[in-house]
């Protein structure tokens, strides 16, 4: 390289420079709010187009000055870890389901856990789109938590090796479950032996035999491929599976009150598309896993269901110290639901 050469690259570095240092502090100015939105299922689940949505609507409504990354199937962090990620600061945004707030210290989430407590979406809305729903969002607060919406996505089924027909059936077999300590009572009420495990380690589980099945909805299910290594699947409905759309408090209270707004109103069409896609795709990717052939697809009769309710109600009551009488009652209230007496 020539000297004049040499000078004439370092007189531009030196121009480019200038050029920065005046340019900075409008580039500075100008960068995006970075909302990392984490979750644990696949792209094509209710939840992860519901949180894709999210991030259309947010970024294009706030003209650019919010991005909002998504990162699914466990990417960044698990279950467990992502409550705490939420908690630190290191993402924003989470969509946990209601049976993974146990660790965080609010117990009263597993009143959702109850087995066959709504007898519709129509009971579960009730309780989440009223009063229960904002006093539950409460308690999330003093974790540093804020809870913003809550997302439906159906009913738990069961998969298992064998038939799972008759309450008898469950006897021995290690199920996997969320963490929630109402899910665990429910499977040693059927006399299984509850496992807490990740969502992102179940299909490796249910493959290499550490659990013999577990319960879960059709889009995970499908997604997941648990059901090419689970033989046979019974449409139970005992549960139910949905999610609290969560922020970082301190985040979100430090945000221009404009952008607020703009992302809540993208949150509340997101929350409409995310209910909508639940119901679609839990109904096509139970027919999809009945095409393959994979896993036999069971309805229990009415004799065998009830039956599953006489050894499941109890739970109910044996949970009550747990999860609070008072949130339980406020919840049957909502969602229409008697206890027998
Ligand atoms: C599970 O762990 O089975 C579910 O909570 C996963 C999910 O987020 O749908």
Redesign the pocket.
């Known amino acids: 390289m020539t000297h004049s050469t040499t000078r004439s690259i370092t007189r531009r570095s030196a121009l480019a420079a200038a050029a920065l240092a005046v340019a900075a502090p409008t580039t500075f100015a100008q960068a995006p709010i970075v909302i990392k939105f984490s979750?644990?299922?696949a792209p094509d689940?209710p939840?992860g187009n519901g949180a894709q949505r999210f991030k259309e609507l947010a970024e294009q409504r706030s003209g650019g000055r919010v991005k909002v990354d998504v990162y699914p199937n466990s990417q960044l962090y698990k279950?467990k870890e992502e409550m705490e990620a939420l908690q630190l600061g290191s993402v924003q945004m989470l969509?946990?389901?209601l049976?993974?707030f146990g660790p965080l210290g609010v117990k009263e989430f597993e009143v959702f856990d109850l087995p066959f407590i709504f007898k519709d979406q129509a009971a579960f809305r009730a309780v989440t789109e009223g009063q229960v729903g904002a006093d539950l969002f409460r308690k999330l607060e003093p974790k540093g938590v804020k809870g913003l919406a809550y997302w439906d996505?159906g009913f738990h089924i069961m998969s298992a090796n064998k038939p799972l027909h008759k309450v008898a059936d469950f006897r021995g077999l290690k199920m996997r479950i969320?963490s929630s300590k109402v899910l665990d009572a429910e499977m040693r009420a059927l006399g299984a032996v509850p496992q807490v495990m990740?969502?992102s380690e179940?299909y490796q589980a249910l493959q290499s035999g550490v659990v013999d099945g577990c319960e879960?909805?059709p889009s995970?299910f499908y997604t997941q491929k648990t059901y090419e290594v689970q033989k046979h699947t019974t449409i139970s409905n005992h549960g139910h599976?949905a999610?609290a759309v969560i922020v970082n408090k301190k985040f979100w209270d430090g945000l221009p009150a404009d952008i607020r707004t703009i992302l809540e109103g993208a949150l509340k069409e997101a929350t409409a598309f995310a209910n909508d896609m639940a119901t679609k795709e839990n109904i096509d990717d139970l027919e999809k896993m009945r095409a393959s052939g994979k896993t036999t697809i069971y309805t229990p009769t009415a004799a065998e269901l009830d039956e599953w309710k006489k050894a499941l109600m109890p739970v109910h009551k044996e949970m009550a110290s747990r999860v609070g009488q008072s949130t339980i009652d406020a919840v049957y209230k909502a969602a229409g639901f008697v206890p027998a007496k």
């Open positions: 979750h644990v299922v689940t939840k279950d969509a946990p389901s049976a993974k996505n969320q990740a969502f179940l879960g909805v995970n599976l999610y």
